[in-house]
């Protein structure tokens, strides 16, 4: 009971049904007070956002640029290529269902919103950022590729303080006040009647994306089995432990014993799985990259805000990047791309909140398309390198 009362799912879910049954029943004075809230931790993750990328970026980029050489090097940039395919086969996949899947949910949305009352907070703070987006992610690439490049750097050391400061930021603040912020958002939907056009949304979403996942896998083993030569579908069915071990998790790292046992059984040497899956652990996030495209795009539908192929073109290929820097907690990647989302994309609160919802929602099907697959990858590199990089 302790260990479902801890799951962020769990408290995402009691957040969206509280938030729902607040926002129907109790009165206006009381509802403001969630908004008010939500008013002060949206500016509190505005201004946490740039330093969330530096934090994480410059550590991650630093740390490639050292380590197994040639054999790193080729494990990165499949886990990118993948990654990015990954985001571009949501797009085009998406960019033809969900216009139409949800133009009835766009017309009840905005004629809702249009009518509906609106909660407004009690008061608001500003907290401008210390340094905006785009220019805290260029700043990071610079200094996590000129740290790579050295040796016993001080800057390195407080790169790495920094990015501990960031992580207990994450897992210790911004996290654990989610189902909070979630909630506020619900609240604010119901009060002005939106919410049951966005549930059904949800379960749209969710029933495309899951079969979409699927695809992914799919097309992941059928370039391992062509690479190796063998029957896709028996390499995917022996990753299947892997999978289902992380639908319990949630967690990419706490998968690797059971990711690591398959990716042996399937024929990898123990010498190449044993770098390549802890490392794909880390950087191989295609399933997190599905789920954040397919709802960024979405939510854009159903906001009525315009998007073109060059816009998401740009946005996944930063995306990637980021999700290389994301951390192994549960929504660790959907905040790594917070600030993608917002200076690419034009994402502002509500849409952030309904993000990042959606994206705990379906947090375990990612997390299980995202090891599963980097048991295709180990494949895929073993073929490659027969050892010889690192034997």
Do not use: W
């Amino acid at each position: 009971m302790k260990r479902l009362f801890s799951n962020l799912l769990f408290k995402v879910f009691v957040a969206i049904v509280l938030g729902t049954v607040f926002g129907l029943y109790l009165p206006e004075s009381i509802n403001r007070i969630f908004t008010t809230f939500n008013a002060f931790f949206g500016q509190f993750l505005s201004f946490s956002i740039p330093l969330i990328i530096m934090g994480l970026i410059m550590p991650a980029i630093s740390d490639l640029g050292k380590g197994a050489g040639k054999l790193l090097l080729i494990t990165a940039a499949i886990a990118y290529g993948s990654t990015l395919f990954s985001g571009f086969m949501t797009y085009f996949a998406t960019s033809g269902i969900f216009p139409q899947l949800l133009e009835s949910s766009v017309k009840n949305t905005s004629e809702i919103a249009d009518s509906g009352p609106e909660l407004m907070p009690y008061f608001s703070l500003t907290i401008p950022p210390v340094i905006d987006v785009m220019t805290a992610l260029v700043l990071a690439f610079v200094i996590g590729l000129g740290l790579s490049h050295q040796e016993n750097s001080s800057l390195q050391l407080v790169v790495k303080d920094f990015e501990k400061i960031i992580m207990q930021l994450i897992t210790y603040v911004i996290v654990p006040l989610l189902p909070l912020f979630i909630l506020g958002i619900f609240v604010s939907m119901a009060f002005s009647g939106q919410v049951f056009s966005i549930f059904s949304v949800f379960l749209s979403i969710i029933g495309v994306i899951f079969a979409l996942h699927i695809l992914l896998l799919l097309l992941q083993y059928t370039v391992a089995g062509l690479f190796t030569k063998r029957n896709p579908i028996k390499l995917l069915a022996t990753m299947m432990p892997a999978y289902f071990t992380a639908l319990g998790t949630q967690s990419s790292a706490a998968t690797i014993p059971v990711t690591l046992e398959q990716a042996i059984k399937n024929g990898v040497s123990e010498k190449i799985a044993g770098f390549v899956i802890p490392l794909c652990a880390t950087i191989h996030l295609s399933g997190s990259m599905m789920k954040i495209t397919a709802c960024a795009m979405a939510l854009m539908i159903l906001q009525g805000v315009p998007f073109t192929f060059t816009l998401f073109a740009g946005f996944i290929f930063v995306l990637a990047i980021a999700m290389i820097a994301a951390p192994g907690v549960p929504g660790g990647a959907i905040m790594a791309a917070v600030g993608i989302l917002q200076s690419m994309l034009g994402f502002n609160e509500e849409m952030m909140g309904l993000m990042i919802a959606l994206y705990i929602a379906m947090d375990s099907f990612g997390t299980a398309c995202n090891v599963t697959g980097d048991g295709a990858i180990a494949l895929v590199v073993n073929r490659i390198t027969k050892e010889k990089l690192i034997a």
